[in-house]
C-alpha cells in the first residue's frame, strides 16, 4: 500500500501582530491611478514575497477606492475622491483601509487622509436678500444677514465678509459658538424713507485658498414706515433633547416672542430663518403658536444634533431671531453587521489547529453600548473565533479534522450589540473538508474461497474480491491485482484491475492440481 504525502498550502496560524499603522495623504480629486503610497517599501517587504503571499487591500467603507499593485508594491487611487462628498463637513477626512498577507497571515491597518484643495466658492442661498427696516429703527440696531456656505475646510473655507460702502450701514462679523461666522448689518444713522426709501448693497464672501474665492449677494434694504419696537424672544437660545425613535408629530418645544407695539405691530408670525433645506421636512413650526413639530423620523447616526433659526416678525415688518438647539439621543435602532473573508475553503483535513480558515468583521452604525459588538459560533465544532483587532476576528481550527466523519460544517456566525434591548444578526458560513490519504483500502472479506470444475472454459470466472477505502476521489478508488500465491498459482489465475473479478487463464485438471492459493492485493488511487 502507497502513502504519497499530500502537501496542501495551509496557513498555519502565525499571525503576525502588526500594530503599527500605514498613513498617506493624498490631495482630493487625484486621478484614477495616483500613486498613495510604496506598501512594500513601508511593510518591508520584498515584491516576490508580496506577490506570493497574495497580497491584497480592501477598504473598511462602503465604495473601494484604493488599488495595491503587486507587480511593483504601490498603493494607488481607483477611483476619484470628492472629499466634500465623501467627507462632507467633518475636518478630517479619512479613508480607512487593510492590508491582508498570506504565508503567514498578517493583517495591517491604515489610512489615507484626503486633503482639501480649494475646488470651491463661498456661495450665497439667494442673488437677492431683501431686508425691510422700519424709519424709526434706533442707530446701532443689527440686523443678521443670511451667511454663505462653502464647503470646504480650513483656509478653503469661508473666511470673511465685506460689503460695500454706505453712509447708514456697516457690516459686524460675529464668530458664533459652533465655530461659524455670522455676517450682521449695523444702522449707523436714522433712516428716511422719504430722502430715500431703498438701499442697495453688495455683501461679499472670500475664502483664504490660493487663489482666493469669493461668492456675492445683492442685500436690497426696504425703509417701511411707523412700528418703532421689535419682537423680542424669551430666550436667545432654546436648547432641547429627544429621542430618535421620537413618534412623527411628536411637539418639540415652543418659543415665544413678545411685542411691546399695540394692534396690528404687535402680531407675531413664527417662521424658521435661511432653514437648510434637507431639513425642510424634518420640522414643522407654527406661525402662529411657535410650537416646533417633528415631521419625519430622525436619525442619529445621521445627525447628531440639528440648530434651527426662528424668525419672529410683527406686521409691521420688524423682526428678531432666537436659536433652537436640538441634540437627539441615540436609541438601539441598528442591528450589527456581518462580513466574511474566506481565507482557506475547502480545508484539507490534516490541517493543524490553530490554522486560521476565515476573517469576520463585524460593525455597528449606533453608539455607545448600542454599537459595542461581540461575536460567537455554535459550540461542539471543531472551530472556534479569536479576537484580532477591534470589531475584527479569525476563524481558526479548535480541534483535529476527519472528512470521513464529517466532510461539511455549516457555521452559524452570530453577532451581537451591548444595546438594550439587545440586536444581533447571523450568517452562515459553508466549510468543506477536503480529503487527504489517511485510509487504507480493507478487503470485505480476510479470506475468499471458490470451487471450480476441472475442464473448465478458459477466461472464466472463478469468484470476485472487493475491497473498500474510506477516502474520496482518487484516495478512494481501488484497483487490484495478483501479489503470489502457492507454486505455479499465479500463471492459473488473473485478477480484472477495476473489478477484482478472478478468472481461470486456461483449463485446470483436477488429477495435476486439485486446489491452490492466490493471493490478491488492492490499492487505493492516492
Known amino acids: 500500500r502507497r502513502h504519497p504525502v499530500l502537501l496542501w498550502g495551509v496557513l498555519i496560524a502565525a499571525w503576525e501582530a502588526a500594530w503599527g499603522q500605514l498613513r498617506y495623504s493624498v490631495p482630493e480629486e487625484m486621478p484614477k491611478g495616483s500613486f498613495v503610497g510604496d506598501v512594500a517599501k513601508d511593510l518591508g517587504l520584498q515584491l516576490p514575497a508580496l506577490r506570493d503571499r497574495d497580497a491584497h487591500v480592501f477598504d473598511t467603507g462602503r465604495t473601494q477606492y484604493l488599488f495595491l499593485d503587486l507587480q511593483n508594491g504601490r498603493l494607488t487611487m481607483m477611483e476619484q475622491v470628492d472629499r466634500e462628498e465623501t467627507c462632507a463637513a467633518v475636518a478630517k477626512c479619512v479613508l480607512n483601509f487593510e492590508i491582508l498577507v498570506k504565508h503567514p497571515m498578517n493583517v495591517y491597518k491604515g489610512e489615507v487622509e484626503i486633503l482639501d484643495i480649494n475646488d470651491n466658492s463661498p456661495s450665497f442661498p439667494e442673488s437677492i436678500s431683501v431686508l425691510e427696516i422700519i424709519e424709526y429703527t434706533?442707530?446701532?440696531?443689527?440686523?443678521?444677514?443670511?451667511?454663505?456656505?462653502?464647503?470646504?475646510?480650513?483656509?478653503?473655507?469661508?473666511?470673511?465678509?465685506?460689503?460695500?460702502?454706505?453712509?447708514?450701514?456697516?457690516?459686524?462679523?460675529?464668530?458664533?459658538?459652533?465655530?461659524v461666522i455670522y455676517p450682521e448689518l449695523v444702522l449707523e444713522k436714522s433712516l428716511d424713507r422719504e430722502q430715500q426709501a431703498v438701499h442697495n448693497l453688495i455683501l461679499t464672501a472670500t475664502d483664504s485658498g490660493n487663489p482666493v474665492k469669493s461668492g456675492s449677494t445683492t442685500i436690497q434694504i426696504i425703509v417701511l414706515d411707523g412700528n418703532d419696537n421689535a419682537p423680542e424672544f424669551a430666550q436667545s437660545v432654546y436648547k432641547v433633547?429627544?429621542?430618535?425613535?421620537?413618534?412623527?408629530?411628536?411637539?418639540?418645544?415652543?418659543?415665544?416672542?413678545?411685542?411691546?407695539?399695540?394692534?396690528?405691530?404687535?402680531?407675531?408670525k413664527y417662521s424658521f430663518f435661511q432653514m437648510p433645506k434637507k431639513f425642510d421636512k424634518t420640522f414643522k413650526l407654527d406661525p402662529d403658536s411657535g410650537e416646533i413639530e417633528i415631521m419625519e423620523k430622525l436619525n442619529f447616526e445621521e445627525h447628531e444634533f440639528?440648530?434651527?433659526?426662528?424668525?419672529?416678525?410683527?406686521?409691521?415688518?420688524?423682526?428678531?431671531?432666537?436659536?433652537?438647539?436640538?441634540?437627539i439621543i441615540d436609541v438601539n435602532d441598528n442591528a450589527p453587521t456581518l462580513s466574511l473573508l474566506p481565507i482557506l475553503n475547502p480545508i484539507p483535513e490534516d490541517s493543524v489547529p490553530s490554522t486560521v480558515v476565515a476573517v469576520i468583521n463585524a460593525r455597528d452604525r449606533d453608539s455607545g453600548d448600542n454599537g459595542e459588538v461581540s461575536c460567537n459560533i455554535d459550540e461542539n465544532?471543531?472551530?472556534?473565533?479569536?479576537?484580532?483587532?477591534?470589531?475584527?476576528?479569525?476563524?481558526?481550527?479548535?480541534?483535529?479534522?476527519?472528512?470521513?466523519?464529517?466532510?461539511?460544517y455549516n457555521i452559524t456566525i452570530t453577532v451581537r450589540d451591548r444595546g438594550s434591548p439587545a440586536l444581533s444578526s447571523r450568517t452562515e458560513l459553508v466549510l468543506e473538508v477536503s480529503d487527504v490519504n489517511d485510509n487504507a483500502p480493507v478487503f470485505e472479506e480476510a479470506a475468499y474461497s471458490a470451487y471450480v470444475p476441472e475442464n473448465n472454459a478458459a477466461g472464466a470466472l472463478v469468484l470476485r474480491v472487493q475491497a473498500r477505502d474510506a477516502d474520496a476521489g482518487a484516495n478512494g478508488r481501488v484497483s487490484y491485482w495478483l501479489a503470489g500465491g502457492s507454486a505455479g498459482a499465479a500463471s492459473l489465475m488473473s485478477v480484472e484491475a477495476r473489478s477484482g473479478a478472478v478468472y481461470a487463464q486456461s483449463s485446470l485438471d483436477y488429477e495435476q492440481c486439485r486446489e491452490f492459493t492466490v493471493a490478491v492485493r488492492a490499492q487505493d488511487g492516492g
Open 138 to 179: 434706533a442707530p446701532g440696531a443689527r440686523f443678521p444677514l443670511k451667511k454663505a456656505h462653502d464647503p470646504d475646510i480650513g483656509v478653503n473655507s469661508l473666511q470673511n465678509y465685506e460689503c460695500s460702502e454706505s453712509s447708514y450701514f456697516t457690516l459686524y462679523v460675529k464668530n458664533g459658538d459652533d465655530g
Open 241 to 268: 433633547t429627544v429621542r430618535e425613535d421620537v413618534a412623527v408629530g411628536s411637539r418639540v418645544i415652543q418659543v415665544t416672542a413678545t411685542d411691546r407695539d399695540e394692534g396690528i405691530n404687535a402680531e407675531v
Open 381 to 408: 465544532l471543531p472551530f472556534r473565533l479569536e479576537t484580532s483587532s477591534e470589531n475584527t476576528y479569525k476563524l481558526i481550527i479548535a480541534s483535529a479534522l476527519d472528512r470521513e466523519k464529517v466532510s461539511t
Open 306 to 327: 440639528y440648530e434651527l433659526v426662528v424668525q419672529a416678525r410683527d406686521a409691521g415688518g420688524l423682526s428678531s431671531y432666537s436659536k433652537v438647539h436640538i441634540d
